[in-house]
């Protein structure tokens, strides 16, 4: 079973930037088909953030951060990264990577992933 191991977040600034990191241990992403950030705020529902097909490479965001932040992955380090720009006070919360294999329509649902990391908090202060 693949572990994830989330890191890379911290306390910054409105308009910092934040990179986060994905590592997996005890198996690989190419097991999967897709690995995915989503973001929880205590009392929300989780929100899907961005996600990346990990063969091909194909990404997709959400509205709220598409022209923020960017997904990509290193297949030789067996990573991925959410890079976030332009960081805004609604960023805020943990972030979590996770794998799995949704189809197409699917890929923002987090039931459709298996296995999750444990978390990194985003703080972003005005």
């Known amino acids: 079973q693949v572990q994830l191991v989330e890191s890379g977040g911290g306390l910054v600034q409105t308009g910092d930037s934040l990179r986060l990191s994905c590592r997996a241990s005890?198996?690989?992403?190419?097991?999967?088909?897709?690995v995915a950030w989503f973001r929880q705020i205590p009392g929300k529902d989780r929100e899907f953030v961005a996600a990346i097909n990990w063969r091909g490479g194909y990404s997709v965001s959400a509205d709220s951060v598409k022209d923020r932040f960017t997904v990509s992955r290193d297949t030789a380090e067996n990573m991925v990264f959410l890079q976030m720009n332009t960081l805004k006070s609604e960023d805020t919360a943990v972030y979590y990577c996770?794998?799995?294999?949704?189809?197409?329509?699917?890929?923002?649902?987090?039931?459709?992933?298996?296995?999750w990391g444990q978390g990194t908090q985003v703080t972003v202060s005005s």
């Open positions: 005890g198996g690989t992403f190419s097991s999967y088909g897709a």
């Open positions: 996770a794998v799995g294999s949704p189809g197409i329509s699917s890929v923002r649902d987090g039931n459709f992933y298996n296995t």
